[in-house]
């Protein structure tokens, strides 16, 4: 090998170092993003600071020595003084306390430290949510009819401000899955391919669309200098979950093929990495990864459980099943490389379920229909995808998407040909 090959390779691995550089940047970055809302719950409305004040005034207005509140939902007991405990059979007669019903509790039997309580419930949209209370040592006083009614004021006002409280932080969650949202969305965005591949010999064209702001699709595509290699993948859900998932698998399919890697190498190394996580989020998904030798015009194919690939040639329709189940699905994966000799004008068609679902009167519009949208003897990759995508729309009568979808449309020419 002499000194210029020897440079050459040594730019051409710089050149990759760099590039798998970004892309695991990119990876960790969709991470960062994603990951809370994997880890998501309902969020507790956070009143302490706002009941505690509350109660202070109802001891205050009522002249008594300690007061408490108890909401049912998480058992949560706030009293003052702070110490002050719930005994367990008031807990229980509590959550039987019904609206425009105080509830009185003499205290605990064969117990001199005890105190008596009233409690009025918390009603929010006419639910009861917890109860108000005040309550007195039992050598204190008799309470009145008139703290009786200054308690029922303080339980309608705590009410209120649960409910604005849990109001207000909903809208603010709202707001902020919106942006977050958005921000999932760009970054999804960013990882599919920015333009198409420019190569002699093949016309492409591609349609990617999440059925909501992000989704469990994908596709890319890696050039060298003598092959060309595409992939599609389906992650099984939509939402977030899927997305970062499809994410991370897109990544992983893409820094595979620009190592050099085969394509059966590849979806082995994927499924023996992201087999544990997956089954332990549940999650499966589907890949198939494509390349074709440029000059021999050799195609080849590995499907892990995606959809049959669609392939014309002479005017008769093919299909490469998958040869492997999806990942994740065994542990171990054993797949096939498939093999097709291209001939020109071939036309190779790669998709998601997100065509052949769709819903029509007639039943799902499934491959028979997807094939139907395209012309016999046509080759023009847009005009096909232009004519999948309008016809998929007609027979779905232009509802909302129900699935990711995904298409990816191949023609094939030998080099400088015609």
């Known amino acids: 090998m002499n000194h210029t090959d020897v440079t050459a390779q040594e730019k051409r691995i710089t050149q990759l170092e760099g590039e798998i550089e970004e892309l695991t940047i990119a990876l960790a970055q969709a991470w960062d993003q994603l990951a809370p809302f994997l880890q998501e719950a309902p969020a507790q409305t956070n009143t302490t600071e706002v009941l505690t004040h509350i109660l202070h ?6 002249d008594v020595d300690r007061s408490g509140i108890y909401l ?49 419930p918390v009603v929010a949209d006419q639910h009861t949510i917890g109860a108000i209370g005040i309550g007195q040592e039992r050598t204190s006083r008799h309470l009145t009819a008139a703290e009786m009614r200054i308690l029922s004021g ?14 207000t932080r ?10 977050e949202l958005e921000v999932a969305s760009r970054i999804q965005r960013s990882i599919q391919p920015a333009k198409l591949p420019s190569i002699d ?30 992939f599609v993948l389906d992650v099984a859900g939509k939402g977030l979950p899927a997305a970062l998932a499809a994410m991370a698998l897109h990544t992983a399919i893409r820094l595979g093929l620009k190592t050099g ?13 992201f087999y544990d996580s997956y089954t332990e989020t549940d999650l499966i998904a589907t890949a198939a990864i494509y390349s074709l030798d440029l000059n021999s015009a050799q195609f080849e194919q590995v499907n892990a459980g995606h959809l049959p690939t669609l392939i014309r040639q002479g005017g008769e329709w093919h299909r490469l099943e998958a040869t492997a189940p999806p990942i994740g699905v065994l542990p171990d994966m054993t797949a096939e490389t498939q093999r097709l000799a291209l001939e020109p004008n071939d036309l190779i068609i790669s998709y998601s379920d997100g065509f052949t679902e769709i819903e029509t009167n007639e039943g799902l519009w499934g491959e028979e229909g997807l094939l139907g949208a395209v012309a016999p003897g ?26 990711d979808q995904t298409l990816v449309i191949v023609t094939y020419q030998p080099r400088g040909g015609t």
């Open 57 to 62: 005034a109802l001891m205050a207005a009522a």
């Open 72 to 120: 049912f939902h998480h058992n949560d007991w706030l009293a003052v003084p702070a110490d002050t405990p719930l005994p367990t059979d008031l807990r229980y007669q509590l959550k039987m306390i019904q609206p425009n019903h105080p509830l009185q509790w003499p205290g605990e039997k064969d117990s001199t430290n005890s105190a008596g309580w009233l409690f009025a």
């Open 154 to 167: 303080m339980a309608e006002r705590v009410a209120g401000q649960i409910a604005a409280t849990q109001l």
């Open 170 to 179: 909903s809208r603010e969650r709202e707001a902020a899955a919106r942006q």
């Open 201 to 230: 010999g093949l016309d492409i064209c591609t349609h990617w669309e999440p059925a909501r702001q992000v989704g469990g699709d994908g596709w890319g595509w890696v050039e060298t200098e003598n092959e060309f290699a595409w």
């Open 261 to 273: 890697l085969t394509p059966l190498e590849i979806l082995r190394i994927i499924n023996e990495d």
């Open 378 to 403: 046509k080759i023009d990759a847009k005009t096909i995808v232009d004519s999948i995508v309008q016809t998929a729309h007609e027979v779905a009568k232009n509802t909302r998407l129900s699935d």
